[in-house]
């Protein structure tokens, strides 16, 4: 059989743009001389649609919109994902669907049977769960037809499976000559491998060819990369997508031969898909420019790299906020960033407004020693700056904090924490690191003195990240143990890390739940996120014992 895979990139809501675009690939399918076009899951409605699932209005604009698509189709079949209405009288009023498309009108239509209901995913909030999934007959063949998670539950590659059912392995004891899979999943650091050996093992677990679709781009926190991919009967990759962008791949499913498979380093991998996450949620959020903080330091020069890769140089204004403990260094290191990568530079000193913050706060201070809060006023002063040229020149303020700073509370709210989206926020400090060296490899971007000195936030005298946090390394393992592996603090100390300061990064971890509340939503990259696959409490007590 051969099949176009139209990867495309949609917005959630935008139901004519994502129609004209399922309708375009489908044009192009019918050129190509394909049998089948297929679109990713709920490519009519954008992935997720969340709680617009609940308005009326929205439901049926897409069912309409469906059978418009329907009416332009002619012998070549069209596989789109829809929201259904479930008919059976019970359960939930929606479903996630998939519908064949073909000579004018809808053939059939199958519902997702596997809802998943962890980390980012709350399918189960909105939608009814098929209960049985039969082959659908297509140009005289009998094909099986899945969405993303019905394939997540192979019984020989997890030890512990989420499900009872096996859609995929039904479909083909049902008959199924041919298994589709339309998908929506997310992407993170791991997924392409892990991704690739479930496929795999699908396919050649039950000796049918696999076809699956992926939708690809950047939908408020979580970025989905493509890399769609056909399987042969054998598990033999023959054809796949780009990843982290657009693609329409023709492939003969019965006939072609195995190809490579995509070999990137994991700091292009980040990098890609953070440029494609700021991309499309300032397009689609209707910005067209960005403005951030430029200190100097490591973060905010990477967070301006992949700024400038995203929207275009022109695009991106870099502003340095001095006050009298900002080394001559970093805003040395400032300026050449924004030179080497060609954009618009300032320089605005906050020193005058902290003076006169300090001399109004300083007969309610008397008596009182500076400390953090002096800090405080720093951050929360260039926040105000940075805010007022978002506000007055409608460029979106992106927030430069990494994973690591995000974990322990090493941030100031209404301050270093302002922006309308944090870019960075799930890269841990360390891999801030790799990514930069990794860029630097053909050229100098980022300059070199911006990697090699010591992380501070220079808000008092010859201050490091290091005089309130443990070293980088120690901090960014015990966050991969404790916040994405979900260890206990026992078992991380056994496994070699110094028990106070154990105990202390989780303290400062579980404490900071109210600053991550109000933080500004963050590119998912990890397997654990802070964001919207965190449902931490604020107000609690628990503690583990030691």
């Not at 329409?248 to 990137?264: C, G, K, N, Y």
């Not at 930069?436 to 201050?463: F, G, V």
């Amino acid at each position: 059989m051969k099949v176009a895979l139209a990867q495309l990139n949609t917005t959630v809501g935008d139901l004519a743009g994502n129609a004209a675009a399922i309708r375009a690939a489908y044009e192009r399918g019918r050129a190509a001389g394909v049998e089948i076009v297929v679109a990713p899951e709920l490519s009519i409605t954008g992935y997720p649609p969340r709680d617009l699932l609940l308005r009326q209005g929205f439901v049926e604009s897409n069912l309409r919109v469906l059978e418009q698509l329907a009416q332009v189709t002619g012998t070549v079949g069209l596989l789109v994902g829809y929201v259904g209405r479930n008919t059976s009288g019970h359960g939930r009023e929606l479903t996630n669907s998939v519908a064949l498309l073909q000579n004018g009108r809808i053939v059939a239509s199958r519902s997702k049977t596997l809802l998943p209901t962890y980390d980012v995913f709350d399918e189960d909030r909105y939608f009814e769960p098929a209960d049985t999934n039969t082959p659908v007959v297509f140009n005289g063949q009998p094909v099986g037809l899945t969405i993303c998670e019905d394939l997540w539950n192979d019984e020989f590659l997890w030890r512990t499976r989420r499900y009872r059912k096996n859609p995929a392995q039904d479909l083909c004891e049902a008959g199924a000559q041919i298994i589709f899979n339309i998908s929506a999943s997310p992407w993170h650091l791991g997924k392409n491998r892990m991704r690739h050996a479930l496929l795999s093992s699908v396919a050649s677990r039950l000796g049918r060819p696999l076809v699956y679709c992926n939708l690809v781009g950047g939908n408020d926190e979580l970025i989905f990369d493509g890399s769609s991919v056909v399987f042969d009967r054998n598990g033999a990759q023959i054809a796949r997508g780009a990843s982290f962008g657009e693609d329409f791949i023709v492939v003969d499913a019965d006939h072609d031969s195995p190809i490579p498979t995509e070999a990137l380093s994991d700091e292009e991998k980040l990098y890609k898909a953070l440029v494609l996450g700021l991309h499309d949620y300032v397009a689609k959020c209707g910005f067209s420019r960005v403005v951030l903080g430029l200190s100097g330091g490591i973060d905010s020069a990477l967070t301006a790299c992949i700024a400038a890769e995203a929207l275009g140089p022109e695009n991106v204004w870099g502003v340095s906020l001095p006050s009298k403990y900002s080394s001559q260094g970093s805003l040395d290191d400032a300026r050449q960033l924004a030179m080497n990568l060609g954009i618009r530079y300032d320089v605005i000193p906050i020193q005058a407004a902290f003076d006169a913050a300090q001399r109004q706060l300083a007969p309610i201070f008397e008596g009182r020693k500076p400390d953090v809060t002096e800090e405080n006023i720093q951050a929360r002063l260039r926040g105000v700056y940075l805010m007022a040229l978002s506000n007055k020149f409608g460029a979106l303020l992106l927030n430069t904090g990494n994973k690591s700073e995000t974990a322990v509370g090493y941030c100031t709210l209404y301050g270093d924490m302002c922006g309308g989206l944090a870019v960075i926020s799930d890269v841990p400090k360390t891999m801030i690191y790799r990514i930069a060296r990794w860029l630097n490899r053909e050229r100098e971007l980022i300059p070199a003195s911006t990697i090699l000195k010591p992380p501070s936030a220079e808000l008092r005298p010859n201050q490091t990240d290091q005089d309130t946090l443990p070293p980088y390394e120690v901090l960014d393992a015990i966050l991969e143990a404790y916040v994405v592996e979900g260890r206990t603090g026992a078992d991380i100390v056994a496994s070699g890390f110094d028990e106070a300061t154990v105990k202390r990064v989780i303290r400062m971890i579980d404490a900071c739940e109210y600053k991550r509340r109000q933080a500004a939503p963050g590119l998912k990259v990890t397997s654990r996120a802070f964001g919207m696959g965190w449902r931490m409490p604020i107000a609690q007590r628990f503690r583990e014992g030691w």
